[in-house]
T-cell receptor, first 110, second 116 residues
Framework: GDSVTQMEGPVTLSEEAFLTINCTYT??????LFWYVQYPGEGLQLLLK?????DKGSNKGFEATYRKETTSFHLEKGSVQVSDSAVYFC?????????FGAGTRLTVKP | DTGVSQNPRHKITKRGQNVTFRCDPI?????LYWYRQTLGQGPEFLTY????????KSRLLSDRFSAERPKGSFSTLEIQRTEQGDSAMYLC??????????????FGPGTRLLVL
């Protein structure tokens, strides 16, 4: 069945460092891909999404490109801030249910 | 702006008791989803409704679990004869179905269940 594998954490970076969190997926068809973020003490929030191959989702300085040839949707940010500290989940949706990765905890230190 | 709300936020119960959780979706959303999230894992799909119809159930949803959405608005998730393995965060999400799929699901804050 459909599944998502994302980079294991935790990831610790200094402020202004470059961030990459890897995400690859397995799907039988053409899923939509998502990154959700969970800040401490809060619920899941959509960060960005892409619904077809070669689409780039972007929000708050984060970007991810839907790569069908490598079945990937890696999350990147050029310069992280302390406020980006959170757990990041990669997810796919193909048949109305959403499959999530295990999450990657990011800590950004000043 | 009233997002997805869930009640209660926390529930502690003893093994063998029944518990019921409520989810109120965003008002114009016609789809409603239930997920379970355990520590260090991503949410796992349990079931979803389109309006009042329950269209899909995960194999994770044993016969002790039942969900309803009687009028196509709020939903309840009941767990009968709770077990310690049921301890988890139960998340509700809602969305507005769009042609071609890929709609965004909006999540509630969750109900954290602890079974003693």
């Amino acid at each position: 069945g459909d599944s998502v594998t994302q980079m294991e954490g935790p990831v610790t970076l200094s402020e202004e460092a470059f961030l990459t969190i890897n995400c690859t997926y397995t799907a039988t068809g053409y899923p939509s891909l998502f990154w959700y973020v969970q800040y401490p003490g809060e619920g899941l929030q959509l960060l960005l999404k892409a619904t077809k191959a070669d689409d780039k989702g972007s929000n708050k300085g984060f970007e991810a490109t839907y790569r069908k040839e490598t079945t990937s949707f890696h999350l990147e940010k050029g310069s992280v801030q302390v406020s980006d500290s959170a757990v990041y989940f990669c997810a796919l949706s193909e048949n109305n249910d959403m499959r999530f990765g295990a999450g990657t905890r990011l800590t950004v230190k000043p | 702006d009233t997002g997805v709300s869930q009640n209660p936020r926390h529930k502690i119960t003893k093994r063998g008791q029944n518990v019921t959780f409520r989810c109120d979706p965003i008002s114009e959303h016609n789809r409603l989803y239930w997920y379970r999230q355990t520590l260090g894992q991503g949410p796992e799909f349990l079931t979803y409704f389109q309006n009042e119809a329950q269209l899909e159930k995960s194999r994770l949803l044993s016969d002790r679990f039942s969900a309803e959405r009687p009028k196509g608005s709020f939903s309840t998730l009941e767990i009968q004869r709770t077990e310690q393995g049921d301890s988890a965060m139960y998340l509700c999400a809602s969305s507005l179905a769009v042609a071609g799929g890929g709609e965004t699901q909006y999540f509630g804050p969750g109900t954290r269940l602890l079974v003693l």
